[in-house]
């Protein structure tokens, strides 16, 4: 089959059989679907989900580094893939779509990597992700039964948001202490904020890095007085909340004020699985002290 690859046509003879991705949310599609005897390694940080552990380490998968710098073409190379999963390119290092097809790798890539895509990382993108893994590896009755399985955790987060309520407006708040990196229109933060009934405060604002996400000025921040706010946390989960408390410019936010906070990992908010469960966490946060 042949598939669209920021622009590139690439063309699969056979399913892969030695493959490389980077970054976690891409090794727990293909673990969730019975993929994992066919991934040789991985660069990411995020922890497979719970139930991907036992194909992850049955298959004795490797990791060869974090999710970042972005791999080089050399560093791929090495792992003899036929197949690589990624979720950025950098064309410094020489790792582009281009150059990983020269140089026979099979390439594949999550939208949001390519050069100028503005489409929305949101829960159908996904679903379109799995449909063409599954039919690339042959294995598409797995895939049908994923995405069942993927609708059935949205229809529950769905079933705890109060019919009819006002969507409360939500911060989702990466790094940085001002500027402040956020989701905007089309990143998965913002389909996961909606899915749990809320609304991403810069929902409707197009990004102006990575395509889907951008820099939020903190007097900005305050004028939008979000009522919720969602941490990625990058293990300093106590240090951003002390820097929303202390700091003269945001602590008096509906948010801050009312200390209506939870957390997510990084990999809960780039397109994949996770963002899937984790809306259940957001759920809790905007509403569970209101039911």
Do not use: H
Request: proline content about 5%; glycine content about 10%; overall charge negative.
């Amino acid at each position: 089959m042949t598939v669209d690859v920021c622009g590139v046509d690439v063309t699969f003879d056979a399913a892969p059989t030695r493959v490389i991705v980077q970054e976690s949310n891409a090794l727990d599609i293909l673990l969730a679907l019975g993929l994992g005897d066919r991934v040789v390694g991985y660069f990411g940080d995020a922890p497979v989900l719970p139930q991907n552990e036992a194909e992850f380490e049955a298959n004795d998968i490797e990791r060869f580094g974090g999710s970042w710098p972005i791999p080089s073409l050399e560093a791929l190379l090495d792992a003899n893939p036929d197949f690589v999963w990624s979720y950025g390119y950098d064309e410094s290092v020489g790792n582009t779509v281009d150059s990983q097809l020269d140089a026979g790798l099979g390439p594949y890539a999550f939208t949001e990597a390519c050069a100028g895509d503005t489409r929305a990382q949101d829960f159908e993108r996904v679903y379109e992700y799995i449909r063409e893994i599954s039919e690339i590896f042959d294995v598409q009755d797995r895939g049908a039964e994923l995405i069942a399985e993927l609708e059935g955790v949205l229809a529950a987060a769905a079933d705890r948001v109060p019919e009819g309520a006002e969507p409360p407006r939500v911060f989702l708040m990466d790094f940085g202490s001002g500027p402040i990196f956020t989701a905007a229109r089309g990143a998965a933060p913002t389909a996961m904020i909606e899915a749990a009934g809320g609304r991403n405060i810069y929902g409707d604002t197009q990004g102006d890095r990575a395509n889907v996400w951008m820099n939020a000025t903190l007097e900005d921040i305050v004028a939008k007085d979000p009522e919720a706010i969602i941490i990625v946390d990058y293990g300093d989960r106590d240090a951003r909340i002390q820097l929303l408390e202390d700091s003269p410019v945001l602590s008096g936010m509906q948010a801050v004020v009312d200390q209506r906070y939870g957390s997510i990992i990084y990999g809960d908010v780039i397109p994949g699985l996770r963002m899937f469960y984790a809306v259940e966490t957001v759920v809790d946060v905007l509403w569970g002290e209101r039911q």
